[in-house]
């Protein structure tokens, strides 16, 4: 792809010719015109000679092809930062791999005050058990380290941290020996990220936006919280987005307060604002107890609560938004709402567009709510990916059969329940594409959904989250933020039960798309523009 050297500027008008434009407005589509930060037309190679002559500058697409950016409806932005540029033990197949490379990282940081690391899963590890208080003492030679586990709902530290918070061992979710989970988590995290300096908070956030612009995202959802990070560190994010070229920035701040999230700047207190915790830390909150551990979970706010949350937040003209991940906990989320639909009634808490992040155990019943009440469920296709499958973690915390109902995003489109994709990074990294082919090839046949389906989510269905039906779609009028890519073959996709079928029969009328058949190398990034504006661009982008 070739382009002029004459400046860029959101007001420049641009036309993209010679390549295929993904657009319902012309599933043939080759060429687009951009002006003044907006999609100005999407047509054919033919009727783009009309524009050539007025325009600032023609940008020859060489065959690439053309998308809107893809927003990522579920990121935690620094601690992403800090995942790409420190410790990440997501790699390591072994506990001894992972006690090697914290007592690498310790020798190789010696200025730092805490080391901070994320990603250890034991459930992939031959030993089966997490990392030691003792053995991590040893490994960064007694300084602080604070280490979380790939779901980020639990956390090994090591002592001199645990000396940096004073009551820990009477917190609940402090047991000598095992990894921390809620308040004692929490606060060991507050901690841990109090040891940064505001240099280190924004050069982490910007490698976390810097990349995710490499990846053709034009917007994140960022999911802060007084659980999560700091006021500080969401306040500094949002700044930095306003200040320089990137990916947008949504911010929501997971707080009961909900004045305090509206004086942040965010657009709801909402997020991961804690129902449940997780299932790989067995902190998600079950109906049934886990099939390996003698409990059912921890809930953290009961129906009373999130009813009181959504009347507030609705009254207050900010979106409300749980995390929730067991059925019990997406159950208190399904009566609180019922509860606040009855007293402001069912039409004001619809329009409001409330979210679930995660939603991942659902019944019939739950999904009826969802479609009741007007919810958006912010999901995370990569974690099926990750945790699926008859032998994946998901059957060993819940049993083969249990497992297999997860994720249930077919039913949740045959519904009409609206789907946000997003990748909770750093639970699961930043990957647009193996989003959409995640959901498309779902480890469950009967819950996969079309790839057109899919890629919808991840574009438009994150704008439609924060109450913008405009935008995450390359038409006339819509946000110019795009993305251009080097591809295969452009195909559409057919679903069915059992396999994922494709077609490259043009007559089908719909814009195509890669080819996301597992095995397939997926599209690589060429360019990425937000309002207009270049964020990202290889060499020959």
């Known amino acids: ?20 434009v993904h657009s319902p407005a012309d599933p043939f589509a080759t060429a687009m015109v951009v002006e003044k930060g907006h999609v100005a037309w999407v047509g054919s190679e033919g009727a783009a000679d009309a524009f050539a002559a007025g325009v600032d500058e023609v940008i020859d697409l060489g065959g690439a092809l053309v998308t809107p950016a893809f927003t990522d409806a579920h990121v935690h932005t620094t601690a992403t930062g800090l995942a790409l540029t420190g410790l990440d033990l997501s790699g390591a197949a072994s506990l001894a791999e992972a006690a090697a ?9 010696p200025g730092d005050r805490v080391l901070i690391g994320h990603g250890w899963d034991a459930s992939r590890w031959p030993e089966r058990q997490p990392p030691r208080r003792a ?36 917190m609940t979710g402090f ?16 901690a841990a990220y109090g040891g940064l300096s505001p240099l280190q908070r924004t050069e982490a956030q910007r ?8 990846l053709g995202v034009g917007t994140v959802h960022e999911c802060g919280g007084p659980d999560i990070s700091s006021e500080d560190d969401f306040t500094g994010l949002l700044r930095l987005a306003a200040d320089e070229p990137g990916p947008r920035v949504v911010g929501y701040w997971a707080d009961l307060d909900v004045e305090r999230a509206r004086a942040l700047g965010a657009l709801g207190a909402a997020g991961d604002l804690f129902v449940d915790g997780s299932l790989g830390s067995h902190t998600a909150c079950l109906h049934e107890p886990y099939a390996d551990a003698a409990h059912n979970g921890t809930a953290r706010l009961d129906a009373a609560a999130v009813a009181e949350h959504v009347i507030a937040c609705t009254e207050a003209g900010l979106q409300a938004g749980f995390h929730a991940i067991g059925d019990a906990a997406v159950t208190s989320v399904a009566e609180g709402m019922k509860a606040a639909a009855e007293k402001l009634g069912l039409s004001r808490v619809r329009a409001a567009r409330h979210r679930v992040e995660h939603a991942e155990m659902l019944t019939p019943e739950t999904i009826a709510a969802f479609v009741e009440f007007g919810l958006t469920a912010s999901v995370q296709p990569a974690f099926d990916a990750a945790w699926g499958g008859e032998a994946g973690m998901y059957a060993e915390r819940l049993g083969a059969a249990r497992a297999r109902t997860l994720n249930p995003y077919a039913a949740l ?33 009967e819950h996969r959904v079309s790839a057109r389906a899919a890629f919808t989510a991840h574009t438009r269905g994150g704008w439609r989250a924060v109450g913008r039906d405009d935008a995450g779609v390359l038409v006339p009028g819509a946000p110019a933020d795009y993305a251009v890519w080097r591809t295969d073959e452009l195909v559409v996709q057919a679903p069915d039960d059992r396999v994922a079928r494709w077609s490259t029969d043009p007559r089908s009328g719909t814009p195509g798309l890669p080819d996301l058949t597992p095995g397939t190398e997926l599209p690589v990034c060429l360019r990425t523009v937000v309002r207009g504006r270049t964020v990202f661009a290889t060499p020959n982008g």
């Open 1 to 20: 792809m070739t382009e002029s050297t004459a400046p860029q500027s959101e007001h420049r008008t641009v036309l993209l010719r010679g390549g295929e």
């Open 101 to 109: 490379l914290v007592r690498e990282y310790a020798a190789a940081r």
């Open 135 to 170: 053995d991590l003492d040893e490994a960064t030679g007694g300084r602080p380290l604070y280490l979380t586990r790939i779901d980020v709902h639990s956390a090994v530290v090591t002592t001199a941290l645990l000396d940096l918070v004073p009551g820990i061992r009477s």
């Open 175 to 190: 047991r000598d020996g095992e990894p921390l989970t809620g308040d004692a988590h929490h606060a060991v995290r507050a």
């Open 207 to 214: 490698a976390a936006l810097r990349h995710a612009a490499s």
């Open 413 to 445: 489109l045959r519904a009409g329940v609206p789907l946000a994709f997003g990748s909770d990074s750093p639970v699961t990294p930043l990957d647009p594409w193996g989003t959409v082919r995640a959901a498309a090839f779902h480890r469950t046949p």
